[in-house]
């Protein structure tokens, strides 16, 4: 059977979910359709974000710190912040946003996977076929949507694993470990939840568990066998992430920190642009490739397009001075990381507006 909406959105993570919120509330027909079926599961990310991620009810917020640590063996220095970051109940977070998505009317639609196209509908692995004026790609860094609509994402695609451990924590510090041994040019994590419990975690372009399972050991810490999280992230910036009635959004345009791999924050902005565009494209009934570029490419990239390539600069200054383990020493003896605390924005969008 058929079923026909205005907006089709695949994937019910916060970007889908934001994005459909938004387009709802204007009083377009919207449905989700989200693969696993449960929304939240599998829980996704280390969850820490910073302020502009918005109000949230306080029990999603599970801990604040207001420190990070950059470690590169024995060498450290301290970046401080005042503006706490906070560690949110990732699953929570996207069972939060549902709700208030299913408030607006939004349809998500559990277990529905997408498998290809046929005579212009979305074909489900139940054998759905979604039909919708607009398509809306937010399926995460091996994008369907972006295959079928010719849109390219890019080669950086990196192995994220990661599992709740017992130990003694620093309740306000977050360590990031940049030793080689347990990240292949990106870091590993130790975020805590409490004194007793932390996310520890990595990213690397290559198989994560070893590395993982080396960092528990040097960290001397445990952790729940039924407890690991994997998750795949690409990043980078993307030619195009529109084309004729079709926008990506959020992982699936390469929405995130190219620094800290972080997407949730760019979500937040970028789904409310995904969500204005399509409400604009729906109201004039034109989606040609240039109209969808005009409204939705060109709007996200001046918002945060100059915080991707912050981003990426950053990357590849941490990635050069990894090599060079004294130099983490000499950022706390000069006092760099006093003033990396002043004028660094965990987002890198201090000068950009902030949705």
């Known amino acids: 059977m058929r079923i026909d909406c205005d907006a089709l959105i695949v994937g019910g993570g916060p970007s889908g979910l934001s994005t459909g919120l938004f387009i709802s509330k204007k009083g377009f027909k919207t449905i989700i359709l989200e693969e696993h079926n449960e929304v939240g599961r599998p829980e996704q990310c280390a969850g820490l974000v910073s302020w502009r991620i918005g109000w949230l009810p306080q029990h999603l917020v599970l801990n604040k710190v207001d420190t990070a640590r950059f470690c590169l063996g024995k060498e450290s220095f301290e970046v401080y912040s005042k503006k706490e970051m906070l560690v949110i109940d990732r699953a929570g977070y996207d069972k939060y946003l549902a709700e208030n998505a299913l408030t607006e009317g939004v349809e998500i639609r559990l277990g529905e996977r997408v498998v290809g ?28 949507v972006a295959r079928l609509a010719g849109l390219k994402q890019p080669n950086n695609l990196l192995f994220a694993l990661q599992c709740v451990a017992n130990g003694v924590f620093e309740q306000d510090v977050v360590e990031l470990r940049f030793d080689p041994e347990f990240s292949r040019d990106v870091f590993a994590w130790v975020i805590p939840l409490s004194r007793s419990k932390a996310r520890v975690g990595l990213l690397t372009s290559d198989n994560p568990w070893p590395r993982l399972r080396l960092l528990l050991k040097r960290l001397n810490i445990g952790y729940s066998c039924g407890g690991l999280i994997g998750d795949s992230i690409r990043f980078g910036i993307m030619r195009r992430t529109s084309s004729r009635r079709v926008i990506l959004v959020g992982d699936a345009a390469c929405q995130v920190k190219p620094f800290s791999l972080g997407g949730l924050v760019y979500s937040r902005i970028c789904s409310r642009i995904a969500g204005d565009a399509c409400t604009a494209a729906l109201e004039r009934n034109f989606f040609s490739e240039d109209f969808m570029a005009e409204i939705y490419d060109s709007v996200w990239r001046k918002t945060i397009g100059g915080a991707l390539k912050k981003g990426l600069r950053m990357r590849r200054f941490f990635n050069t001075v990894r090599r060079i383990p004294v130099s983490f020493t000499l950022t706390r003896i000069l006092g760099l990381s006093l003033l990396a605390g002043r004028v660094l924005d965990p987002d890198f969008l201090r000068n950009s507006p902030v949705y």
């Open 117 to 144: 196209l046929k005579e212009g509908c979305v074909v489900t692995s139940k054998g759905g076929h979604y039909s919708g004026r607009i398509l809306v790609g937010a399926d995460g860094p091996n994008s369907i």
